[in-house]
């Protein structure tokens, strides 16, 4: 691929379509590059994401991803990666509360690309450890945790909160599954970085609302 190329796409579609219609958008793994800024979601930014969900109708817009797609490997998120993370560690929640085996399959697919491999791969040891622990169900000592990490435990723990208290979690499954972005797939680290600052060119922090809409 030698231009930039922006779609719209389901999320459920982005993460495990391979179908010609969304092949050059979809990305069925992807890696967080090391330089990459930690995850540093608060539970603010989670509850926004939930409420976001259950308010909306479905096919709710997320807005938008950057991604690298050199055609040797994972896919470089370079914008997205704090949404994209959240949403996986909410499908590993989901997973546990329905009883609805069509819904569960959906929602596994969206985090392994297979029984052993995750979509979504952290470059940096310490935040793919306990991320993958997370995930696994494996047991480890959260007293030990260093400070990126513990942000990310701390957004598990509130995801897990808010699991709980939906009223309905086969309807928001839904809606969650039919969320969509608009991906924008970039030729080369240098082009995605360039948009990446022209797309934060205002200096201005968003909120979570923001980020989330």
Known sequence: MS???AKNIEYNHFLTSVSDEHDEVSCNKLEIPEFQRNYVWKS???????????????????????????GAGRAKIVDGQQRLVSLSLIAKKLIEKT?????????RKIIWADTNVVRILFQKSNLKELYENLLYDSHFDEHVLDDTQNILFRSFQSISRECDALSDVDTFIKKFLSLEF??????????????????NSTGLSLSAVELTK
């Open 3 to 5: 231009s930039r190329l």
């Open 44 to 70: 603010s930014n989670i509850k926004d994401l939930f409420d976001s969900i259950k308010e909306n109708d479905p096919n709710y817009y997320l807005g938008n991803i950057v991604v690298v797609k050199d």
């Open 99 to 107: 009883n609805d085996s069509q819904s569960k399959e959906s929602l």
């Open 182 to 199: 608009v991906v924008i797939v970039s030729p080369s680290d240098e082009d995605a970085y360039q948009l990446f600052e022209g797309l």
